[in-house]
């Protein structure tokens, strides 16, 4: 991504999600102050408008219509990253082909672009985290790595506090969790859209996700279980 303010662009697919899921009176009222927000605003007032703006999507829209507004506002895995495992599935039908491939994939990042030693790798792969998540049943469940610029300061971390402010991708919820305040985990399927997007993007069908852990409810990770529907017929 360019240079840009990345909260203006933020606040700008919120606002286009919420206007395509809910109509033009749900988001400006969900909206209300954020036009003044930007990078240079204090973390205190995106922390207090942010918190304010879940718990009005919260009031205002089902669990399924919050959802769908916040996976839009997630960041995307490459498509052209993800071509090759979308061939595959579309020539074999079996989810296990391109899970290995981006499984692969993710590997090669932590060695290659990351260039972390290989226990470090071997220990991240054990916890199951990454792109890829693994499979159980009929769900993939995947866990967030910690963020890349914070994760060796994460794994040599023994407070639980302070691993959990150290974790998440999102600025807004590691300022929040080291401010000590709180906010709707509705914020979380902003992340889970990441992997929504990605298995979405492969089989070319919709699926399902669910929350199953995050940091703001205290747990250690962030986990999404992920559901692909079986193909008809």
Known sequence: MTEQDFEKYW????????????????????????????????????????????????ELLDVDARKEIMTRCACQYSKEALRPMRRAFEETGDIRVPHRMLQEQFESF??????????????????????????????????KIPKSGYLLEYLNEPDADKRRQLYCHCHRIRDVLKAGETISTTYCYC???????????????PVEIEMLASVLDGDDTCSIAITIPKADG
């Open 191 to 205: 992340g889970a859209g990441f992997y929504k997007d990605i298995w979405e993007e492969i089989t070319q069908r």
């Open 110 to 143: 932590l060695h290659d672009t990351l260039k972390l030693e290989a226990n470090i790798i071997e220990d991240i792969v054990e916890r199951g985290w990454g792109a890829a998540g693994i499979i159980k049943g009929d769900k993939i469940i995947a866990t």
């Open 11 to 58: 606040q700008n697919k919120l606002s286009r999600a919420l206007e395509e899921v809910a109509g033009k009176d749900i988001r400006d009222r969900i909206m209300e102050g954020s036009q003044t927000l930007s990078d240079s605003s204090t973390r205190e007032d995106i922390i207090l408008w942010s918190r304010g703006a879940m718990e009005r999507l919260d």
